[in-house]
C-alpha cells in the first residue's frame, strides 16, 4: 500500500519504519530535516509538508502532537486532506479528547475519506518493534482498509466501536492510570527514601508486591539511572493530562487523583523539567524535601 | 516448632493452616469462637486470651489489625509476653508505622526476645497458599529462629536490615501505592463508564496496556462481578493510607497524591461501604454522578 505518516516523533518514525519493513510504499511528513533524512535512511520518502504528500495515498497514519496539529495538516492552509483520494482512510492515532474525535470523523466523512479512531499505547519500545496496541473504533469499511497498516505496526488491535470516539476515550482512561501511576510512583519512591529506605531494593520489592504497576516497573529504572533523556516527556503528561480533566469537566465528572498528579506533573514543568522523562516529575519531591536522587553526583 | 498464631483474620489464619500443613504445633488466638473452631478443624489448637498460650512456644506470629492491638496482645493485662521462653522469636507482621516497629524491637529485647519486623503482602490468596511475601527487618538470630514459620508462609522473605523499621518502610510504601491503585482504578473505570465505554471492555484492554496495575487487575473483577464481599475492606486503606499520612507528616513529607486517596476511602466509609470490599471506593463516584456500576440490579 501507499502510505504516509504525518509526524515522525518517537512513535510515528517507529510506525513508518515498521511499515517500510513490511513492504508499504511510506512518505513521511515532518518539519525537522533529521527525521526526514533518518526516515529516507530506512528506505522511505519524506517531505516537509503536508500538502507535499503523494496525490495517490491509500491510508493515512496521523501521529502529531494534539488535535489543533491533527487540524492543521490536514485541513489547514498547507493541510493534506485535498490530494488525498476518494475513499482512502487516515487513521487518527493522536492521543486526543473523545469529542475532538468525533468532529474529525464527521469533516472527514463529508469529505469522502474514511476515518479511524486509533490511539495507540506501547511506548517507543512498542512503536519500534511494531507491537503497538491500537485502542480502535470506526466504521468497518476503515477498519478494512486500514488493517495492512495497523498489522504492520501492531501486536494487538481492539475494535472497541463503529464510530469514532470510543477509541479515544478508552485512550484517555489508559493515560489518566498511566499519568497517575508514574506521579504515583514518584510519591512513593521519595518518600521511601526520605525514610530510609534503599531505593533499588524498595524497588525489586515493590516489582513483587501487590503496589506493583507497569508503569513503576518500566519508569522507576530512569530515576535510579539518574537518566532524565525523555523516553516519554513530563510535558506529555502535561497535556494527556490535561486532556483527561478538560473532558471530565466537560461531563461534570470529579477526579481528584488525576487533578492532583496533573499540578505535579505542571509542579515538574515549573522547576524546567518539561521536556524530560517524565518519570522525573521525582525533581517536585527532591525540591520540596531535599531528598537525594539516586545517580546524582 | 511451637508455634502461636495471634490474630485469626484473614491472613492470619492462612498462616496458622499453612503452619499445621508444615507439621508445626500450632496454637491460636482470637476472640472470636468461629475462627477458633476452625483452626481447631485444621489441625491446631485455639485460645481466646493472649495469656492462655503455651509457656513453651519457640516463635510467635502476631497478626492483629493495627499497633495499638499489637501492645495490648503482647504487653496488656492480659499479654502473653511474661510466659514467653527466653530467646523466643516474636514476629510481628501487623501493618504499622516503621516508629512503631522500632519501639516494640526496644520493648521485646528488653524482655529477653527477639523481634523480627516481618509485614506480609499477598492477600488472601497469598496467605491461603502459604506464598505470601514477607519485608522483614531485623537482628540475624531473629531471622534463623524464625526461618521454619517464614518458610511454611512465605514464597518469598525480603532480607531488608539488621534491625527493625526498615521492613515497616518498605510495607508503608507499598500500602501507598496499593490503596492510590485502587483508588484511581475506580476514578478511572467511573469516568470510562460515565464516557459510554463498557465496563468489561475498558477492564480487558486496560490490563495489556501501559495503564495497568496489580490492583487494576486484582480489584475491578470485583466490580464487573457487583460482589462487594470484603476480600480487603474499605477500612484497612483508611487505617494504612493513615499510617502512610502519619509518618509522612512525621517526616514533614508532602503526599498528596496518597492524602487524596485517602479522603475517597473515608468518602466510601462515609456512605457507609467501610466493611465493604476496597474495591468498592468507586461508589463515591457512583454517589456523587449517578454512573450505573456493573452488575447491579
Redesign the interface.
Given at each position: 500500500m501507499k502510505v504516509g505518516v504525518i509526524g515522525l516523533g518517537t512513535m510515528g518514525m517507529g510506525a513508518a519504519v515498521n511499515l517500510v519493513k513490511k513492504g508499504h510504499r511510506v512518505t513521511g511528513c515532518d518539519l525537522r530535516p533529521a527525521v526526514r533524512e533518518a526516515l529516507a535512511a530506512a528506505g522511505g520518502a519524506a517531505v516537509e509538508r503536508p500538502d507535499a504528500l503523494p496525490a495517490d495515498l491509500d491510508a493515512l497514519l496521523v501521529l502529531v502532537v494534539n488535535a489543533a496539529q491533527e487540524q492543521e495538516v490536514l485541513f489547514g492552509a498547507e493541510g493534506c486532506v485535498p490530494r488525498l483520494p476518494q475513499g482512502a482512510v487516515v487513521i487518527c492515532s493522536t492521543t486526543v479528547a473523545?469529542e475532538a474525535a468525533r468532529g474529525l470523523e464527521r469533516q472527514l466523512t463529508a469529505a469522502g475519506l474514511l476515518m479511524l479512531d486509533a490511539p495507540v499505547?506501547?511506548?517507543r519500545a512498542g512503536a519500534d518493534a511494531g507491537t503497538m496496541?491500537v485502542?480502535g473504533s470506526g466504521a468497518p469499511a476503515a477498519f478494512d482498509r486500514a488493517a495492512p497498516v495497523l498489522e504492520a505496526i501492531a501486536a494487538?488491535v481492539?475494535r472497541?466501536g463503529d464510530a469514532a470516539?470510543?477509541g479515544s476515550?478508552?485512550k484517555?482512561?489508559?493515560?489518566?492510570?498511566?499519568g497517575?501511576?508514574i506521579?504515583?510512583?514518584a510519591?512513593?519512591?521519595?518518600?521511601?527514601i526520605?525514610?530510609?529506605?534503599d531505593p533499588q531494593?524498595?524497588y525489586d520489592?515493590?516489582c513483587?508486591?501487590?503496589?506493583?504497576?507497569?508503569?513503576?516497573q518500566?519508569r522507576v529504572p530512569h530515576i535510579l539511572a539518574g537518566d532524565d533523556t525523555p523516553l516519554s516527556a513530563v510535558n506529555i503528561f502535561v497535556k494527556d493530562l490535561g486532556i483527561?480533566l478538560d473532558?471530565?469537566r466537560a461531563?461534570?465528572?470529579?477526579?481528584?487523583?488525576?487533578a492532583?498528579?496533573h499540578?505535579?506533573f505542571l509542579g515538574a514543568a515549573a522547576l524546567g523539567n518539561g521536556a524530560k522523562d517524565d518519570a522525573f516529575v521525582i525533581r517536585v519531591?527532591e525540591a520540596?524535601?531535599g531528598i537525594a536522587l539516586p545517580g546524582q553526583t
Open positions: 473523545p499505547s506501547g511506548g496496541t485502542m494487538k481492539w472497541l470516539g470510543i476515550t478508552v484517555m482512561v489508559n493515560q489518566l492510570l498511566a497517575v501511576h506521579a504515583v510512583a510519591e512513593a519512591l521519595a518518600l521511601g526520605r525514610a530510609g529506605a531494593t524498595l520489592v515493590i513483587t508486591s501487590a503496589g506493583s504497576s507497569w508503569m513503576w518500566n483527561v473532558q471530565a461531563l461534570a465528572f470529579p477526579a481528584p487523583i488525576a492532583t498528579a499540578q505535579l519531591w520540596l524535601t
